[in-house]
């Protein structure tokens, strides 16, 4: 009998379908995507995320979440209504493998971001960003943690105060950092609007 499941079992998990996407399918499935994140991912529009060079596991994360709308974001509203579980591996194999741009970061805040992302804010137990996005900001792959390295401040401006505005209630915030972690509303509640245009100052010009 247990050896009947096991096979049972075997055979199940050799059928089930691979979601590791191909990045040579993605570049054609992608070109809906162009418009606003750019040919090979680094868009040109400040409030647009730069999507080259991303982890592929957290792209894919993030793709599902915006399907299922686990993540609000009204831009991306039917633009993967039609796509399954394997064109979306696909379309962040491919972002994954291109190179992203870097951008220019003001002296006048760099040195106050710097200091968070390296450093945190330790009396007020703010972890640093780099524990998790790595001191260069290429993120971590295998955990699942984005790279942030040249991301536009505008963006990740965004971002951080989304998250904020969810640890605060805001049911429009962000929420899609983990039910149970809640990493980034936590750091991101603590944070004030000048530390947050700071840090995201900081991350454009990282690399």
Known sequence: M??????????LLLAAPSFAGDASKGKAKSQSCAACHGADGNSAAPTFPKLAGQNEKYLLKQLKDIKSGARSVPTMAGQLDNMSEADMADIAAYYAKQQGSVGQASAELAAKGEAIYRGGIIERGIPACSGCHSPSGKGNASAGFPALSGQHAAYTEAQLKAFRAAADGDETGRMNDGEE???MRT???QLSDNEIKALANYIQGLY
């Open 187 to 189: 750091v991101a509640f």
């Open 2 to 11: 247990k050896k009947s499941l096991l096979v049972m079992l075997s055979t």
């Open 181 to 183: 972690t809640k990493t």
